[in-house]
């Protein structure tokens, strides 16, 4: 269901605007290899309306106008979601919009971000458990407890639970919400053979906290192959 909304929610001058922000950092993950063709995906949610990006556009090329708004909050699963604004063109929002709820729901996020990095990838094909580990990198520092806390310390362990993937993208909403109950100082959930899921109170430190996950996944994966313990 949609509803007539000013057209100014999504096109704006302002370079700060989510509709435009999230194009520009589709890109900027595009150019990083964390999204390909169609994959992965953003979301920004400010206040009681929430910002996000089409499915089946490729990433480089999204625009403005492609952009979907929805109020917050909304429960999920919901065959009639309602919708504030829809693009004009035959487009569907994001695959993952269901698990973008769960970060706002069971966080309070204000950002989620997810993509198909190859780093997440590996890490969740090395570590066959429900837990993704390393311990005593700096860059631990750059992730937050629960993703919206205090800054994690070098000395501390980082944990990210690992879910197993589904055919379908909204299959993942239900265990990815568990593993964030039973892990609850996780900033991320990976999903196996596909992908991860990051959040954070808004888009700079979502963003933030996905590279500094990305960088943490890439050590890790090395030091598995290297024959090194990633926890001290």
């Given at each position: ?19 435009n922000l ?24 400010l ?39 829809r ?104 999903v ?19 590279e ?21």
């Amino acid at each position: 269901m949609s509803l007539e909304i000013p057209e100014s929610l999504v096109i704006s001058s302002d370079p700060l605007h989510p509709a435009n922000l999230i194009p520009e950092l589709c890109r900027t993950f595009y150019h990083l290899g964390w999204v390909t063709g169609t994959g992965g995906g953003i979301c920004i949610r400010l206040d009681d309306k929430v910002y996000i990006a089409p499915s089946g556009v490729q990433k480089e090329r999204i625009h403005p106008s492609h952009i979907f708004v929805l109020p917050y909050p909304q429960a999920f699963p919901n065959a009639d979601r309602v919708f504030l604004r829809r693009p004009a063109l035959d487009l569907k929002e994001s695959a993952c919009t269901p698990l973008f709820w769960n970060s706002f729901d069971l966080r309070g996020a204000g950002s989620c971000i997810h993509t198909h990095s190859q780093n997440a990838v590996m890490a969740t094909l090395l570590w066959p458990g429900p837990v993704f580990t390393i311990s005593h990198q700096e860059m631990i520092k750059g992730v937050r407890i629960g993703g919206v806390g205090a800054a994690m310390s070098y000395l501390d362990t980082l944990e990210v639970p690992i879910i197993e993937n589904t055919p379908h993208e909204e299959d993942l909403r239900e265990s990815m919400a568990e593993a964030m109950k039973k892990y609850p100082d996780a900033a991320a959930v990976l999903v196996r053979r596909h992908g991860v899921y990051v959040w954070g109170l808004d888009w700079q430190r979502a963003k933030t906290q996905t590279e500094c996950l990305d960088y943490l996944f890439e050590v890790g994966v090395k030091m598995k192959l290297a024959g090194l313990q990633t926890v001290l």
